[in-house]
């Protein structure tokens, strides 16, 4: 018998229950994005916005404090900033959505881009393209350990493909440099389709570390984007959820409401 093989048999199952049965999804002591209580606000305060490394935080007039999770890396300055306690911080680092409007809490529910019935098109399985458009390779690294024994991607019907014409969904990090845009939006025009696009990292939602003379804001206005992940970077078990919420198979956990989150 093979070394390898007697060390599996011994170790036992390595794969989560999680999310389709009880089980861990690897983020014990996680910290996920903070949640803004707008009541707790002071008027002409503005300390966390002043902080906030990646303009996830915003005043609006009159002086209305707004937080956009797509621009938001989860540094939680912004919770050591508030002198008041208007930032919270949680461990709901799984916002993937389909409504863009739902990671802003200064923004209604807008009419879902996601076509409906997409699970009964694709059945169980779905297959993704990722193209790296400029990302640090933190979003990578994530997306890496999707197929290793914990987390096994493949027992969701989710597949990998090298080919955009073998593609359901078109996975895309970074914030698009312009170097990449061209190849990027050849990737999406082979998509057969019905094809979908998901914007993962705060990079592709929200253009953090975009701008420049070389580099475009995110993937909103270059692609239709049906589903946003935000994170820097998503974990593994985001990428997951975000993907089932694709799929109809698990309720998102954003909401337009106010940035509630559903499982609260």
Not at 83 to 102: I, K, S, V, Y
Not at 183 to 196: F, G, I, V
Not at 232 to 250: E, G, Q, S, W, Y
Request: some cysteine; overall charge negative; glycine content about 10%.
């Amino acid at each position: 018998m093979p070394f390898w093989t007697l060390i599996g048999l011994r170790a036992g199952r390595a794969t989560t229950r999680w999310p389709l049965g009880e089980g861990p999804d690897g983020q014990d002591g996680v910290l996920g994005m903070p949640r803004l209580h707008k009541e707790r606000c002071v008027p002409h305060c503005g300390e966390c916005a002043d902080i906030c490394p990646s303009g996830a935080l915003g005043l609006g007039d009159p002086h209305d404090l707004t937080l956009d999770y797509a621009r938001c890396i989860a540094c939680q300055l912004c919770v050591e900033a508030c002198p008041h306690g208007a930032l919270e911080t949680t461990r709901n680092w799984a916002l993937g959505t389909r409504d863009r409007a739902a990671l802003r809490s200064d923004a209604g529910p807008r009419e879902d881009r996601a076509r409906t019935a997409i699970e009964r098109v694709f059945g169980r399985s779905l297959h993704v393209r990722h193209v790296d458009a400029g990302s640090c390779n933190g979003c990578e690294s994530e997306i890496q350990a999707l197929n290793n024994p914990f987390y096994n991607l493949h027992r969701l019907g989710v597949f990998f493909t090298p080919s955009p014409r073998f593609a359901d969904l078109l996975l895309v990090t970074g914030p698009v440099t312009r170097a990449m845009r061209a190849p990027l939006e050849a990737t999406y025009a082979a998509l057969p389709e019905p094809r979908w696009v998901m914007a993962a990292g705060t990079c592709a939602t929200g253009g953090y570390n975009g701008g420049g003379y070389a580099c475009h804001n995110g993937l909103e206005e270059i692609l239709p984007v049906d589903l946003w992940l935000p994170g820097c970077p998503p974990n593994p078990a985001a990428f997951l959820d975000a993907l089932l919420v694709l799929l109809d198979r698990r309720p998102p956990r954003a909401t337009a409401e106010g940035n509630r989150h559903a499982d609260d």
